[in-house]
């Protein structure tokens, strides 16, 4: 089921920079741990590349740890995705999905989340 919307996707060149947006119109995401997902043509779904869990604290994949920062704004609702020195393999479609257990687990694939949204297309091309 949809209840997130994504954004801020786009055409990025080598070693540029991109922020990701994530916004629930219908609950508060402060209550949810947050994980971002992302599928790339012709390939499974990865696992969670990175949660920002109801606590505050995070979890990042090795494959986007030290370039990619997640964020969370109570005001907006808005958790964002900040994806730095993106290489041509990051290309994929992102997706938030948010997780209302207790205990935020990065084993848990986004079907498994309670809710997640459609996705937005990265693509990362010189």
């Known amino acids: 089921q949809v209840q997130l919307v994504e954004s801020g996707g786009g055409l990025v060149q080598p070693g540029g920079s991109l922020r990701l947006s994530c916004a629930a119109p219908?609950?508060?995401?402060?209550?949810?741990?947050i994980g971002w997902f992302r599928q790339a043509p012709g390939k499974e779904r990865e696992g969670a590349l990175c949660?920002?869990?109801?606590?505050?604290?995070?979890y990042y994949s090795d494959s986007v740890k030290g370039r990619f920062t997640v964020s969370r704004d109570n005001v907006t609702n808005t958790v964002y995705l900040q994806m730095n020195n993106l290489k041509p393999e990051d290309t994929a479609v992102y997706y938030c999905?948010?997780?209302?257990?207790?205990?935020?687990?990065?084993?848990?694939?986004?079907?498994?989340?309670?809710?997640w949204g459609q996705g937005t297309q990265v693509t990362v091309s010189s």
């Open positions: 999905a948010a997780d209302g257990s207790r205990y935020y687990n990065p084993s848990k694939t986004l079907s498994e989340y309670d809710y």
């Open positions: 219908q609950f508060i995401l402060e209550e949810y741990h």
């Open positions: 949660i920002r869990s109801s606590d505050g604290s995070t």
